[in-house]
């Protein structure tokens, strides 16, 4: 038996369910399996040689396929994470996650968590029962970042099929493949071979212990909706989020964040209800560039830069929890 080495880093993990912790009726099945059924002891115990990494402590904070994470779940998560990474003796925290979520929660941590220590998400996508899983060394991988002294002061971090994304920057952009997740405008900012952890560039956008976002007595969000953008589209949909009591929206649009006729004029309605209103792209990639101050007088949306949609609600919401004045808004959007 493999003694463990003295004085290992401790790293924690957060299991929160999805793939990586999912269960089928077959090895053979990839498909129509059950997300966030294995519990964090058993996600451990299916991978050998962890603690010749770190000592690892885990906890379960839920049991969720990631379409199902709720923002009470993000704030518990976020406060969770703050409280353990103020402890002298913890290295780093793990995040175990689904998929198809895992970008915003990451991207959500990455403005929220008030540590320079390193927060690694991490997903499969494949269950662990399947015949190859890939969740086991995407969590060796993982866990080797988190107790990496070179991601120290790097942000919330996504490693996944053995690359290291900054999460501001990284989305899933398949909905099967593993190397689903991808920064179409940045690239990743290192990877993970054999253990060995290379960062080749920083996320310079400010994250973390430098936001002024602060959630310890924040009973929830904002409500930010998302609405899309397509030939034809009216504007009851916009006019039904500010029905809703949306205090924000955010255009999935086209190009460079545009809209029909239609709908930039309840956009323009919207906004004189004093909803602030982003304009993002659809498109998956590319820069919208902010407007001038001169410009937002006029009621000019503020703009995302390269954000995409889902990750602009997460800004704008936290944003309204700080102002509503909108040139303070877009300054946020060019500085996060």
Request: neutral net charge; charged residues 15%; glycine residues 8%.
């Amino acid at each position: 038996m493999n003694q463990a080495p003295p004085n290992r880093p401790v790293i924690y993990l957060l299991a929160t369910g999805g793939t990586i912790a999912g269960r089928a009726n077959s090895p053979l099945q990839t498909a129509g399996y059950r997300a966030g059924e294995l519990s964090v002891a058993e996600l451990l115990a299916g991978v050998p040689g962890l603690d010749n990494i770190a000592e690892i402590r885990g906890e379960q904070v839920c049991n969720v396929a990631s379409p199902f994470i709720t923002i009470d779940i993000w704030l518990s998560l976020a406060r969770r994470i703050n409280e353990l990474l103020a402890s002298p003796e913890v290295t780093g925290i793990v995040v175990t996650h689904g998929t198809d979520s895992l970008e915003e929660t990451a991207y959500f941590l990455d403005l929220v968590v008030k540590s320079n220590k390193p927060v690694v998400v991490v997903g499969s996508m494949r269950p662990a029962t399947s015949l190859s899983p890939d969740g086991p060394l995407n969590l060796v991988d993982a866990v080797h970042v988190a107790a990496s002294p070179e991601a120290q002061g790097q942000g919330v971090l996504v490693v996944m099929n053995d690359e290291i994304y900054a999460a501001r920057d990284v989305s899933k952009t398949h909905v099967s493949q593993l190397h689903t997740f991808r920064s179409h405008d940045l690239g990743a900012l290192g990877s993970v071979y054999s253990g060995v952890v290379t960062f080749y560039r920083k996320a310079v956008r400010r994250h973390t212990a430098a936001t002024e976002f602060v959630i310890e007595q924040l009973p929830t969000l904002p409500r930010v909706d998302i609405i899309y953008a397509y030939l034809g589209a009216d504007g009851a949909l916009i006019d039904a989020a500010v029905a809703a009591g949306a205090r924000g929206i955010v255009l999935a649009g086209m190009g460079q964040g545009g809209g029909t006729t239609e709908q930039n004029e309840a956009l323009q309605s919207a906004q004189e209800q004093r909803v602030v209103i982003v304009r993002s792209s659809r498109t998956g990639s590319g820069r919208i560039l902010p407007q001038s101050p001169a410009g937002l007088e006029r009621g000019v949306a503020i703009t995302a830069d390269n954000l995409n949609p889902q990750k602009a609600r997460i800004l704008l919401a936290l944003a309204l929890t700080r102002t509503t004045d909108r040139q303070k808004i877009q300054q946020m959007f060019t500085i996060y």
